[in-house]
């Protein structure tokens, strides 16, 4: 009969790891401690698309939805970005919110397998969004006007040409 320490054990230790499995590990961005991320995180939505709901991250003002190494994160906080040639579209949501991103393929020369940055421009705190290959495949930027309402809280600076 085993001791009651080790049927503690037995239960408790595949609880506990199981809890930590949904955690997705990421960095914070260098100005992550702004009020407005607690805000920005608090106010995004549950789901972005199908399969991609809310996961607990790591890291102070992220958060992500999907799985492990496919899921989608946003970073609050990140440095906020110069201007620059690339690509720069402004997104509206169905509620009006409009919001500017810089969009970065990590291949340029083969989209399709690329994983993706979002990064808001002229908005402080900037705001990041990295889209893993697998995710971006399925869902193509299509959820980034889900996010409008939370990152139209950062204050608008300038705006894409």
């Known amino acids: 009969m085993p001791s009651a320490r ?20 990421t960095k914070p961005g260098p100005f992550a401690t702004d009020p407005v991320c607690a805000q920005v995180v608090l106010t995004t939505p549950d789901e972005l698309a199908e399969g991609l709901t809310r996961r607990d991250t790591d890291a102070q003002a992220t958060t992500a939805w999907g799985d492990g190494s496919g899921a989608v994160v946003l970073r609050c906080g990140v440095e ?6 690339d690509r720069c579209q402004t997104v509206e949501a169905a509620d009006g919110t409009s919001v500017d991103w ?36 399925k869902h193509p930027s299509s ?17 894409c040409l």
Request: contains cysteine; charged residues 20%.
């Open 102 to 137: 810089v969009i970065v393929a990590s291949d340029p020369d083969d989209e399709q397998a690329s994983d993706w940055t979002f990064t808001t421009y002229g908005r402080v705190p900037a705001v990041q969004v990295l889209v893993p290959a697998e995710v971006a495949q």
């Open 143 to 159: 959820f980034l006007d889900r996010l409008g309402a939370a990152v139209s809280l950062t204050e608008r600076e300038r705006g």
């Open 80 to 85: 906020p970005l110069a201007p620059t040639t």
């Open 6 to 25: 080790r049927l503690i054990a037995l239960v408790v230790l595949p609880a506990t790891l199981a809890g930590c499995a949904s955690v997705v590990a």
